[in-house]
Every structure is written in structure tokens, then in C-alpha cells.
T-cell receptor
Framework: DAGITQSPRHKVTETGTPVTLRCHQT?????MYWYRQDPGHGLRLIHY???????DKGEVSDGYSVSRSKTEDFLLTLESATSSQTSVYFC??????????FGPGTRLTVT | EDQVTQSPEALRLQEGESSSLNCSYT??????LFWYRQDPGKGPEFLFT???AGEEKEKERLKATLTKKESFLHITAPKPEDSATYLC?????????FGPGTRLSVLP
């Protein structure tokens, strides 16, 4: 987890509210990723970034948006949280678009 | 559609009892295959990258191998501290597809 922090680490929110998760890195890596991990599904890619202001969709991007205004920060926003977005969210970074280094995760519960 | 399966789902070993974990994949254009270790409540920890069939990588008691359709993670003389979930992932372009993992328990 060195060099990658996620905040908050735990959050409980109500259906319909917007939620923003933050990933912060001190490694100056170009690539950043957001995943969700659910039992029976493994890790699934939500969005990724290949540079400041450069982002693209992953496998499960519906209901999520991202922004990257600085190299070190990658924000994931749930525009209107639903119970199906209850999950553990992981941020990852990569220097060369290959092996990834993961943060400690954020456990999100939508009631 | 890219797919990754892992077997077995769970594995219990006695300390010192060597074994192998399997990762089978279907991908249109493999750029790399990755192995990670995940401890409960933590993010995955990178172990190995393999790029082409026949390639092998080793780290302590772990050895990863790759063929055209699958990868194996061999664990030699495991210790209780090797207990974790081991994840396999493939990269196809900018897409990363993870398998569901193998939960390994090593008993003293």
C-alpha cells in the first residue's frame, strides 16, 4: 500500500445521494485505476486514467464518473448511489500500463 | 469476451506440502498475465508478470509459469504465512480481467 492512500476508508450513505471517493498517490505513476470487488465477481475495472484529464471507461462504468485534475489524485464519483453499488472499491496505480499496485480499499455501504 | 477462471476455489495444505494453483484464460490479445496475493481486508499485492508462453518467474517459495491457455502458481514447501487469496489477471489492450481467486490455507 506504500504510496497510495484512499479516503474515506469506510462510508455508509443513503440511496440517491452522491458519493466521491479519493485516491492519492505519491509515486508519480502515469496510470490510475478504479476497481470494485464483490463476492463471486472478483475485481472489475470501473474507469482508468492514462494521464491528467485523460480517462476512459472500464467494464462496469455505468453510474460512475471520474476526474483527474492532478497526477496524484483520481476521484471516483457515484452520481446517485444505489444499493447495487455497495462494494469494496480499490484504487490502483501503474507506471508502465502493466503490473498494478493497489491501495488499501474503501468499503462503501449504500442503504 | 475475455474470461479468467481459477481452480481450485479453495485449497488447504499442511505446512511443507507443495501444490499448484491454476489460472485458465480466454483472451483475444494477451499483453500480460499477472499474479497477485490478497490478504483479508487489504488490497492485492503484486507478485509476478508473465508475457509469453514458456516464461517462468520465481520469488521465494512461489514459481509462476505460463502456457498459451493457462498459468500455474507453484508453491513449494509452503508456510502458514503463505495463507492468502491468490488472484490471476490478464491484460487485453487497456482492459484488465481478474479471476475470482484461489483461497489458500496453510496449516502448521
Amino acid at each position: 500500500d506504500a504510496g497510495i492512500t484512499q479516503s474515506p476508508r469506510h462510508k455508509v450513505t443513503e440511496t440517491g445521494t452522491p458519493v466521491t471517493l479519493r485516491c492519492h498517490q505519491t509515486e508519480n505513476h502515469r496510470y490510475m485505476y478504479w476497481y470494485r470487488q464483490d463476492p463471486g465477481h472478483g475485481l472489475r475495472l470501473i474507469h482508468y486514467s492514462y494521464g491528467v484529464k485523460d480517462t476512459d471507461k472500464g467494464e462496469v462504468s455505468d453510474g460512475y464518473s471520474v476526474s483527474r485534475s492532478k497526477t496524484e489524485d483520481f476521484l471516483l464519483t457515484l452520481e446517485s448511489a444505489t444499493s447495487s453499488q455497495t462494494s469494496v472499491y480499490f484504487c490502483a496505480i501503474s507506471e508502465w500500463d502493466a503490473e498494478q499496485y493497489f491501495g488499501p480499499g474503501t468499503r462503501l455501504t449504500v442503504t | 469476451e475475455d474470461q479468467v477462471t481459477q481452480s481450485p476455489e479453495a485449497l488447504r495444505l499442511q505446512e511443507g506440502e507443495s501444490s499448484s494453483l491454476n489460472c485458465s484464460y480466454t483472451v483475444s490479445g494477451l499483453r500480460g498475465l499477472f499474479w497477485y496475493r490478497q490478504d483479508p481486508g487489504k488490497g492485492p499485492e503484486f507478485l509476478f508478470t508473465l508475457y509469453s508462453a514458456g516464461e517462468e518467474k520465481e520469488k521465494e517459495r512461489l514459481k509462476a509459469t505460463l502456457t498459451k491457455k493457462e498459468s500455474f502458481l507453484h508453491i513449494t514447501a509452503p508456510k502458514p504465512e503463505d495463507s492468502a487469496t491468490y488472484l490471476c489477471a490478464v491484460q487485453d489492450g487497456q482492459n484488465f480481467v481478474f479471476g475470482p481467486g484461489t483461497r489458500l490455507s496453510v496449516l502448521p
